[in-house]
């Protein structure tokens, strides 16, 4: 047996999950001695796996589509940001059983403000999709004090459950906050537009007043591939800048590695050279 400390991300598919290859480079960076693989998962056996996981002296895992919510269930505990998401992305094992995080929100908002560079404070911003993506962001995005978030949906009742469900928070945070369908967006730009529809999958863009976006809009898909997505080629045509979802990708597995090891590596060093290493394969 190895003496590193034994980490794994589990999906299905899982064969072309890069987190394995960021978390090598988060151990290589802060020199903590792991060793993270990847797992598929069987559709119908996502328990077993991980506890067979467990018994083989494993720390933690990333979990990936489609366990997040098969996750949530098998925690004995979660994060407050684990149990608002409703879905749980890090898993970590330890003496009180096993703990449940949500690292996603985190990361996106990180992407966003450290690697961009764009402040979320007193910002406008439009949250596209209302599915278990769209409502793992809400609070880390409240914590970081806009102005208001705004949630437009295609299917405008599960908007406004969000909106139900954040509402208290959202005033507590003092952050202006609404949603429905595509009509619910003010026909004026904002700062920042965030695609967390599943819509790039298949290359639909999502419904959305194109006067949301100009010059001085970070357009984020929180989906990334080796080209642009269709909503980053019309948020550039209409001026804004777009940006995909790579780097919340990277800080997502940075939060995940810090409540593991305590230790927060340089995503934004990691990003660029995932990124130098995507584009040489292209
Ligand atoms: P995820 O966990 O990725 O958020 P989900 O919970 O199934 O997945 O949610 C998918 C989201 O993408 C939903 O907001 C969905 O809209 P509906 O609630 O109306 O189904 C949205 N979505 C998926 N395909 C879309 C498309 N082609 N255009 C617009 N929205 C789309």
């Not at 409240?142 to 978030?149: E, M, N, S, T, V």
């Not at 790039?200 to 080796?226: I, N, V």
């Amino acid at each position: 047996m190895s003496q590193k400390d034994q980490y794994a991300v589990i999906g299905n598919p899982v064969e072309h999950s890069k987190s394995p290859w960021i978390h090598a480079k988060f151990a290589e960076q802060t020199g903590e001695a792991i060793e993270y693989g990847r797992i598929l998962g069987p559709l119908d056996g996502f328990t077993r796996e991980v506890e067979r996981f467990i018994a083989a002296g494993g720390r933690g895992m990333n979990v990936t589509v489609p366990f997040k919510l098969e996750a949530h269930a098998l925690a004995d505990s979660l994060s407050p940001r684990a149990a608002a998401a409703g879905a749980v992305n890090t898993l970590s094992f330890g003496p009180d059983g096993v703990r449940g995080d949500n690292t996603d929100g985190v990361g996106l908002v990180r992407d966003i403000e450290a690697n961009l560079g764009v402040s979320l404070k007193g910002a406008r911003i439009l949250l596209l999709g209302a599915g278990g993506a769209a409502r793992g962001v809400v609070l880390p995005v409240f914590d970081r004090a806009p102005a208001a978030l705004t949630i437009v949906n295609r299917t405008a009742a599960k908007a406004l459950q969000l909106v139900d469900q954040f509402a208290s928070n959202a005033a507590e945070s003092g952050v202006r906050f609404a949603g429905g369908g595509a009509e619910s967006a003010a026909a004026e730009r904002y700062d920042v537009v965030i695609n967390a529809t599943a819509g790039s999958l298949d290359a639909a863009l999502p419904d959305c007043d194109d006067r949301a976006f100009g010059a001085g809009t970070l357009a984020y898909d929180m989906m990334y591939g080796a080209q642009p997505t269709v909503f980053m080629q019309h948020a550039a045509k209409l001026g804004a800048r777009a940006a995909d979802g790579l780097g919340m990708l990277v800080e997502q597995a940075a939060e995940s590695f810090f409540i593991w090891r305590g230790v927060r590596p340089d995503g934004g060093a990691v990003l660029r050279e995932l990124r130098r290493t995507l584009a040489a394969h292209v």
